[in-house]
């Protein structure tokens, strides 16, 4: 049974940083995409970030370019997801996702939630003015 574990979540000041880790508990976990995704209160969920797969491309939502990047430990099964310059409109809750493809290449489809089987429990993050 594959498992996810977000953490990192918390409140914080506009412009200030947060990095989120999520450890996943499957084998071979470089082989398969990864993706973290927000939602916040009353919105649909949204791609925030994701790699198609360890030698795949690295694709972001518009909202969060520029600012957050995903990032990946293979040896250590966590994924990362570091939150710089941070808004108030980028208070959601945020899921770490995991797909069951192993090799899949998405593309810029990667940061659907579509793609992905397992999620995480969520974090949630809180940005003030």
């Known amino acids: 049974e594959v498992q996810l574990q977000a953490s990192g979540g918390g409140s914080v000041q506009a412009g200030g940083s947060l990095r989120l880790s999520c450890a996943v508990s499957?084998?071979?976990?470089?082989?398969?995409?990864i993706g973290w995704f927000r939602q916040a209160p009353g919105k649909e969920r949204e791609g925030a970030s994701a790699i198609s797969f360890t030698d795949g491309g690295t694709y972001y939502g518009d909202s969060v370019k520029g600012r957050f990047t995903i990032s990946r430990d293979n040896a250590r099964n966590t994924m990362y997801l570091q939150m710089n310059s941070l808004k108030p409109e980028d208070t959601a809750v945020y899921y770490c996702a995991t797909d069951s493809v192993p090799f899949a290449n998405y593309g810029v489809s990667a940061i659907r939630s579509q793609v992905y089987n397992y999620w995480g429990q969520g974090t949630l993050v809180t940005v003030s003015s």
């Open positions: 499957r084998s071979q976990f470089g082989s398969y995409a």
